[in-house]
């Protein structure tokens, strides 16, 4: 089987995988897109459908992108614009300036010379 490239070469794998049927999908973000296509594609094969947040080109609010504009967006300016679609402008602005301070390891935990024994007698010796 080749490898699908399209969203109509992985919809058309998913219909194959799934055989006769009858079969729930259930798909997350791009594969949510798929199993939808899978369902309008072979309804005989895919009896429903669980859609865990596809994408939604094809309502007002999504954002339009090209290729080419895609290539050309600075990253920063992307991650912004997505977190303020997710979370809102408010969200947004709480956020503080400051980059969040990097973790350092840990020292290793210094362990006591002698065994502790819990809940018991220490062994005579």
Known sequence: ???A??????????????GDGPAVVVGHSYGGAV?????????EVIGAVGA????????????????????????ATFAE???????????WDRLSDRPAPIATPMDPPSWPSSPICVGRSPPST
């Not at 199993?35 to 309804?43: E, I, K, R, S």
């Not at 992108?65 to 967006?73: F, K, L, N, P, T």
């Not at 614009?81 to 969200?91: I, L, S």
């Open 1 to 3: 089987m080749p490898i």
């Open 5 to 18: 490239r399209s969203l109509a070469d992985h919809i058309a794998d998913l219909v194959a995988v799934v």
């Open 35 to 43: 199993a939808l296509g899978a369902a309008v594609q072979a309804p």
């Open 52 to 75: 865990y947040e596809p994408p939604m080109p094809w309502t007002p609010w999504w954002p339009r992108r090209s290729a080419s504009s895609i290539a050309d967006e600075d990253p």
């Open 81 to 91: 614009g997505f977190f303020r679609r997710v979370v809102g402008d408010a969200g």
